[in-house]
């Protein structure tokens, strides 16, 4: 099943073309979802404004070299790795998520576009990549929806109880628990079963992109932005208009240690 394209099988019904529209679509719904949001939030403009009042109290003019440095440090160490969640189970389960969705999505667009069709060959790298990416994601998805969320691991809320905010990590772990379910029943001819998880595959996913704007789904360009902006502002002395750090060591006392920090 792992080595099988699930998109080829399907093609002897449904045109190759009509799943690209589907990807384009999909990738329009991003674009909309992702600037009404920013436009109804605010959230560009008070980036901006607030970036621009921090340059004032800059102490360092940064020249390109030092900038494409920092960007490139920021991109591979705090993007790449989530480094704002420290060491952990959290950043763990983040990053599994994170690369599994990535895999799955640019091996779909590769699968659809390259390999799928009468005339076209067959890859069984991409259709394994599609699956690891698919089974990648719902480990770290399913890992942080029933033990990490702060709602359940902090707030001791059951871990059925949905709320809007989870919008976007159901869906997600919708997607590739469907797609798996599709290509697996696919794969074992229980051709009416995998029609049906193809269709709650195409609901999902309309309800991942087409939800970008009530979900969190933007969250995977607001952050990289911000935490670039907060490496560039840390170089060039402004640091976001916030105190330096102390130079005194801190100090908690003993209390700190006898309850792990949960508290959010
Ligand atoms: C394809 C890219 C990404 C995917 C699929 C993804 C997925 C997720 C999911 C499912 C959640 C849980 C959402 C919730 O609270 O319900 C989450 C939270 C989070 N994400 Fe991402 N993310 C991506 C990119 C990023 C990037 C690039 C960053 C930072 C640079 C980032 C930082 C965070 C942080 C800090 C949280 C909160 C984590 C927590 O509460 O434990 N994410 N992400």
Not at 74 to 86: A, H, N
Not at 124 to 132: A, F, N, P, R
Request: proline share 4%.
């Amino acid at each position: 099943m792992l080595n099988n394209n699930p998109f080829s099988i399907l093609a002897e019904t449904i045109p190759p073309s009509a799943m690209q529209y589907f990807i384009i679509a999909m990738v329009l719904l991003i674009a909309v979802g992702t600037i009404i949001q920013m436009i109804h939030h605010k959230n560009l403009t008070y980036f901006f404004a607030n970036a621009k009042k921090a340059k004032l109290s800059a102490t360092k003019e940064l020249g390109i070299a030092e900038k494409t440095g920092i960007i490139a440090k920021t991109t591979v160490v705090d993007i790449g790795t989530t480094s704002e969640l420290g060491f952990g189970k959290r950043r763990l389960a983040h990053v599994l998520g994170m690369y599994g969705t990535i895999l799955f999505w640019v091996s779909s667009a590769v699968l659809v576009f390259c390999y799928t069709g009468v005339d076209k060959s067959n890859s069984e790298t991409w259709s394994m990549l599609w699956h690891v990416g698919a089974i990648l994601t719902c480990i770290g998805g399913y890992w942080f929806w029933f033990f990490l969320r702060v709602d359940v691991s902090a707030e001791a809320h059951p871990w059925y109880r949905i709320i809007k905010a989870d919008l976007f990590v159901l869906a997600l772990l919708a997607c590739s628990t469907f797609g798996l379910a599709w290509s697996y029943l696919q794969f074992n001819d229980q051709v009416g079963l995998s029609y049906l998880f193809l269709i709650l595959f195409v609901a999902s996913n309309l309800i991942l992109f087409g939800g970008v704007y009530w979900s969190k789904f933007a969250h995977m360009f607001y952050k990289p932005g911000a935490a670039i902006q907060k490496n560039l502002a840390e170089a060039d002395g402004s640091r976001d208009n916030l105190p330096p750090p102390a130079d005194a060591p801190e100090q908690f006392g003993l209390g700190i240690k006898r309850e792990e920090p949960k508290h959010y």
